[in-house]
């Protein structure tokens, strides 16, 4: 089955830099990746995807990009707020179903 | 407005007890999870269901039991809690079949004592 794993566990940056998470899948198979977002008490929420037929995708300060070969996918976060705070997941689907998460990486923007 | 919506928010209970957790959805999906995040953050499905029928059953012990009435609910029963079962519950849900992104209930913490 399919595992997915993700880099760093933690990650601090200061207000104002960017910040990059990892995320390597071992499914040929897999074909949708979504990155989410959790804030404390709250459920995971989307805030970028993107499919296997694109390399990568931006909207905002966000961006992700996808290397099929390699099989990793990496999350982007420029001009880093504290509000940016919070755990982010990457996770691996293959036709929409069966989604499995990677453990996560808890950012702390310091101001 | 909410799209995912599961009770209780927080469960608090004893040993040995049976308890359930409700989960409904309005966006008119077919396909329903029961997730497990653990002390650590980590993501586990423990369950899917689409249009009621069961299609993933994860390596969870048999005290669990999804019951779905319909397809816009999929509730967990839990029979004879035990301390591992501490732990949030979310439930989601998301559209057969496409590639769409999962949508998260904002979770139950469940604490057995």
């Known amino acids: 089955g399919e595992n997915v794993e993700q880099h760093p566990s933690t990650l601090s940056v200061q207000e104002g830099d960017s910040a990059v998470i990892k995320c390597t899948y071992s499914?040929?198979?897999?074909?949708?990746f979504p990155w989410y977002k959790q804030e404390l008490g709250k459920g995971p929420q989307l805030i970028i995807d993107i499919r296997s037929n694109v390399g990568e995708k931006k909207d905002q300060r966000i961006a992700v990009t996808l290397n099929k070969t390699a099989k990793h996918f990496s999350l982007h976060i420029t001009e880093t707020q504290p509000e940016d705070s919070a755990v982010y997941f990457c996770?691996?689907?293959?036709?929409?179903?069966?989604?499995?998460f990677g453990p996560g990486t808890r950012l702390s923007v310091l101001p | 407005d909410t799209a995912v919506s599961q009770t209780p928010k927080y469960l608090v209970t004893q040993m040995g007890n049976d308890k359930s957790i409700k989960c409904e959805q309005n966006?008119?999906?077919?396909?329903m999870y029961w997730y497990k995040q653990d002390s650590k953050k980590f993501l586990k499905i423990m369950f899917s269901y689409n249009n009621k029928e069961l299609i993933i059953n994860e390596t969870v012990p048999n005290r669990f039991s999804p019951k779905s009435p319909d397809k816009a609910h999929l509730n967990l029963h839990i029979n004879s809690l035990e301390l591992g079962d501490s732990a949030v519950y979310f439930c989601?849900?998301?559209?057969?079949?496409?590639?769409?992104?999962?949508?998260f209930g904002n979770g139950t913490r469940l604490t057995v004592t």
């Open positions: 966006l008119g999906h077919d396909t």
């Open positions: 499914d040929s198979a897999s074909n949708y």
């Open positions: 989601a849900s998301s559209p057969q079949g496409v590639d769409s992104p999962l949508h």
């Open positions: 996770a691996a689907s293959s036709r929409g179903q069966n989604f499995v």
